[in-house]
């Protein structure tokens, strides 16, 4: 049973707007949430993350959104360049230790120009 | 990369074949792992380890082996290789099991 699910396989966007990616987990014991960013033929790259003491994290152009109620987390991108064209990918942690992150199946993310 | 190196970065090989894709790091990082990436799977854990000759397995291990004799070191062993395994398969690091750092990736066809 996935844990953590991106619903949405693709994403595409118009330079300029915003970019919303969305993530879900069934897992009420993860407490750390984290974006990662795959570029074609390269490894995956950290991209922002969030405790789940906060429900809100923004680095540059990038917010993420936590709601622990709805166990829903969202990745916003504005304004949306064509370079942040890549696969995304939610992860979740339920704890440091033994513990490894969860991923969901990313989602690809087109932004046009 | 982080100082993550994985070799081969690509490789063709036959069904029954025995695989060995290696990792090296040069962050000393405690936490090792490897992953595999399949067209909607996303990133499935393979196996991981949480210190030198600790290894405990992911979702997908069926089919694997791993070992870790030197903190740097960590190797991924297909003892038959199936068309199955054919995947690209990155490694990862972390120093506190959570943001990892991946590897560049190997791809691995098997025919």
């Known amino acids: 049973d996935q844990q953590v699910k991106q619903n949405s396989p693709s994403l595409s966007v118009q330079e300029g707007r915003i970019s919303i990616l969305n993530c879900d987990y069934t897992?009420?014991?993860?407490?750390?949430f984290l974006w990662y960013k795959k570029y074609p033929a390269e490894g995956p790259t950290f991209l922002i993350s969030?405790?789940?003491?906060?429900d809100k994290n923004e680095d540059g152009r990038f917010t993420v959104f936590l709601n622990k109620s709805a166990k829903h987390l969202s990745l916003h991108i504005v304004p949306s360049q064509p370079g942040d064209s890549a696969v995304y990918f939610c992860?979740?942690?339920?704890?440091?230790?033994?513990?490894?992150?969860?991923f969901g199946k990313g989602t690809r993310l087109s932004v046009i120009a | 990369d982080a100082g993550i190196t994985q070799s081969p970065r690509h490789k063709v090989t036959e069904t029954g074949t025995p695989v060995t894709l290696r990792c090296h790091q040069t962050?000393?990082?405690?936490?090792m792992y490897w992953y595999r990436q399949d067209p909607g799977h996303g990133l499935r854990l393979i196996h991981y380890s949480y210190g030198v000759k600790d290894t405990d397995k992911g979702e997908v291990s069926d089919g694997y082996s791993v070992s870790r004799s030197k903190t740097e070191d960590f190797l991924l062993t297909l003892e038959s290789a199936t068309s199955s395994q054919t995947s690209v398969y990155f490694c990862a690091i972390s120093e506190s099991d959570e943001k990892l750092f991946f590897g560049s990736g190997t791809q691995l066809s098997v025919l």
């Open positions: 962050e000393n990082h405690r936490y």
């Open positions: 897992n009420s014991m993860f407490d750390y």
């Open positions: 992860a979740a942690s339920a704890g440091s230790g033994n513990t490894p992150l969860v």
């Open positions: 969030i405790s789940s003491i906060k």
